[in-house]
Nanobody
Framework: QVQLVESGGGLVQSGGSLSLSCAAS????????MGWFRQAPGKEREFVAY????????YYSDSVKGRFTISRDNAKKTVYLQMNSLKTEDTAVYYC??????????????????WGQGTQVTVSS
């Protein structure tokens, strides 16, 4: 069983930055690749970023590429999402998730087996 707890959300002006963290309660964090997803009001949950078990491989959705950076610290059992140049359309609840699914990149929601409770990010104009 893996418990994930996100933190770092909040209110920021357009163009600003926020850093999200996701702390895992698990014996071996490096057994899991990690992803960040988001869900805006009235919309489906969508993939944002992926990082492999070692952190060597990352992948981003087109909407955040070049603005967001995913990273992880396996010793601290934490995954991060640095968000720069935020836009109003980035407003959503952000979730971290863990997967054991094999593959170069895992983007499908159904492939993630553990989820955090989410943290709200609101970008004002």
């Amino acid at each position: 069983q893996v418990q994930l707890v996100e933190s770092g959300g909040g209110l920021v002006q357009s163009g600003g930055s926020l850093s999200l963290s996701c702390a895992a309660s698990v014996r071996t964090f490096s057994n899991y690749a990690m992803g960040w997803f988001r869900q805006a009001p009235g919309k489906e949950r969508e993939f944002v970023a992926y990082i492999s078990k070692s952190g060597a491989r990352t992948y981003y959705s087109d909407s955040v590429k070049g603005r967001f950076t995913i990273s992880r610290d396996n010793a601290k059992k934490t995954v991060y999402l640095q968000m720069n140049s935020l836009k109003t359309e980035d407003t959503a609840v952000y979730y971290c998730a863990a997967t054991t699914s094999p593959g170069t990149v895992v983007r499908a929601i159904d492939d993630y087996i553990y989820w955090g409770q989410g943290t709200q990010v609101t970008v004002s104009s």
